[in-house]
C-alpha cells in the first residue's frame, strides 16, 4: 500500500483492472483473480516482493565446502546469509533498480519461486518457503479486496511518504502508513 500511494498511476490501473473484471460483484474471490485476471495486481505484488521482500536476511546455511565469494574466502562449515533486500536492488539484474515498475515484470519470465536467482524474496532450493502459495493467494486476495472496494487517501497528506524501514528478522514500516479509506464498491448487505 505504501508504493501504491506514492504511485498514484500504478494504483488506479491496479484499481481500473480489477473493478472491469469484477465488473460489480460485491466481494473478491480466490477465483476471481485465476488466469489473466488480476494480471496487474500480480505485477504489483512480484515489484513490492523484490523492493521490499519480507525476510531480508534468507534462512542460514552452511558452507559444505571451502570456496571463494567475491574473492572472500569462504571456509567449510561457515554460517552463510543471503541477503534478498540486496539481490532485489541489484543495478546488474534490474534497470533502475531502485524504482517502483511493476512493468518490469510485464511478458518477463523472472518469478519468485525459487528458480530465478535474481528475485528470491522466499527464498530457494529445498529451503524455499513452505508457505509460499499460502502467501501468494493471501496477499492477491487481500490487496484485490483493498483496491476493488475502497479508493485510498494518506491521513496527513501534503507531505512526503515516509518508507523508513524497520530491520529484523523480517522487514517492517518504520512509522505506520494511516489512510483513509473510501468506499468505491459497496460490500455486500446483510440480509435480515
Known amino acids: 500500500m505504501s508504493e501504491l500511494m506514492r504511485h498514484p498511476g500504478v494504483m488506479r490501473r491496479a484499481q481500473d ?3 472491469s473484471v469484477l465488473n460489480g460483484k460485491p466481494t473478491v474471490a480466490e477465483e476471481d483473480l485465476e488466469g489473466d485476471a488480476g494480471n496487474y495486481l500480480k505485477l504489483v505484488i512480484k515489484e513490492t516482493l523484490r523492493l521490499h521482500p519480507p525476510a ?4 542460514p546455511r552452511a558452507s559444505m565446502e571451502p570456496c571463494k565469494v567475491l574473492g572472500y574466502d569462504v571456509p567449510k562449515g561457515a554460517t552463510v546469509l543471503v541477503n534478498a533486500w540486496a539481490i532485489g536492488r541489484d543495478p546488474r539484474y534490474w534497470e533502475h533498480a531502485e524504482e517502483f515498475r ?3 515484470f510485464e ?7 525459487g528458480m530465478d536467482f535474481e ?3 522466499f527464498g530457494a532450493g529445498r529451503r524455499i518457503c513452505p508457505g509460499i502459495l499460502f502467501a501468494q493467494a493471501n496477499m492477491e486476495l487481500l490487496l484485490a479486496s483493498l483496491l476493488y472496494h475502497f479508493d ?3 491521513v496527513a497528506s501534503g507531505l512526503e511518504l515516509d518508507m523508513a524501514e524497520e530491520m529484523g528478522m523480517t522487514v ?5 502508513l494511516r489512510l483513509h479509506p473510501i468506499v468505491r464498491v459497496p460490500p455486500l448487505q446483510s440480509v435480515p
Open 172 to 176: 517492517r514500516r518504520k512509522n505506520d
Open 119 to 121: 528475485f528470491i524474496p
Open 17 to 19: 483492472e480489477l473493478r
Open 152 to 154: 485510498w487517501e494518506v
Open 107 to 113: 511478458g518477463a519470465t523472472v518469478d519468485f519461486k
Open 56 to 59: 531480508p536476511l534468507l534462512v
Open 102 to 104: 511493476p512493468e518490469r
